[in-house]
C-alpha cells in the first residue's frame, strides 16, 4: 500500500505475519474498554488465516450473506503500532445504524496525539479512492474524542441510531 502522506509520521498499512504478539497484546488492551481491536480474531485463531481472512475480506471474497467489503489497516509511527482503521467499502443494514464506513481505534498510550485525526484524514482519501461519495461514522454519545475528531474532519451531526439511542451517526461528503 502506497504511503498517503510523506509528511505524516503516522503510516497505515495491512497487518504482516510479523505482527501478531502486537496485534494480540492491542486486542487484550482494548478488550479491557470494551473495544474491538481486531475484528475475528480470538485466541484461538491461527494467524497465518487471520492475515488471508483479512486479504479476502478486503477483496470481497468469501463473504457471508449481508456482509460487505472491508480493509484493515494498522497505524504505525516509527515502526510502532498505535491503532488501526477498518474502512468498509459498502453500507449494510447494520453499518447505517452502528459502524458506518469507518472505524478506528487508538491505543491508550497513544491517545492525545493527533493520531485519531491522522488516521480518518487518510481514511478519507482512502474512501474517495473507493468512489465512495460520502461517507457515515458512528460514535457513542459518550465518546468526546471521537466526536471532536470526526466533527474536525468535517463530519456533520445525522442524528442518533434507531437501534441504540446513545450511537451519535456522522457525515462526511468527499464528492
Known amino acids: 500500500m502506497k504511503k498517503i502522506d510523506q509528511a505524516s509520521p503516522l503510516h497505515l498499512r495491512p497487518v504482516a505475519l510479523g505482527d501478531e504478539a502486537a496485534i494480540r497484546a492491542a486486542a487484550r488492551e482494548l478488550a479491557a474498554e470494551g473495544f474491538t481491536f481486531a475484528f475475528g480474531l480470538d485466541t484461538a ?27 484493515f489497516l494498522l497505524a504505525e509511527v516509527d515502526g510502532e503500532i498505535v491503532g488501526r482503521l477498518s474502512l468498509r467499502h459498502a453500507l449494510n443494514d447494520q453499518l447505517r445504524t452502528n459502524g458506518g464506513h469507518i472505524g478506528f481505534g487508538i491505543l491508550r498510550s497513544h491517545r492525545r496525539r493527533g493520531h485519531a485525526s491522522e488516521i480518518l484524514r487518510q481514511a478519507l482519501i482512502l474512501a474517495r479512492d473507493l468512489d465512495i461519495e460520502r461517507v457515515l461514522l458512528t460514535c457513542n454519545e459518550s465518546n468526546t474524542g471521537s466526536r471532536r475528531v470526526i466533527e474536525s474532519q468535517g ?18 461528503a468527499l464528492a
Open 45 to 71: 485463531s491461527a494467524f497465518a488465516g487471520y492475515v488471508a481472512h483479512l486479504d479476502a475480506r478486503r477483496l470481497g471474497q468469501g463473504l457471508a450473506p449481508g456482509e460487505v467489503p472491508e480493509t
Open 155 to 172: 463530519g456533520v451531526f445525522g442524528g442518533h441510531s434507531p437501534t441504540d439511542p446513545a450511537k451519535r451517526l456522522y457525515w462526511i
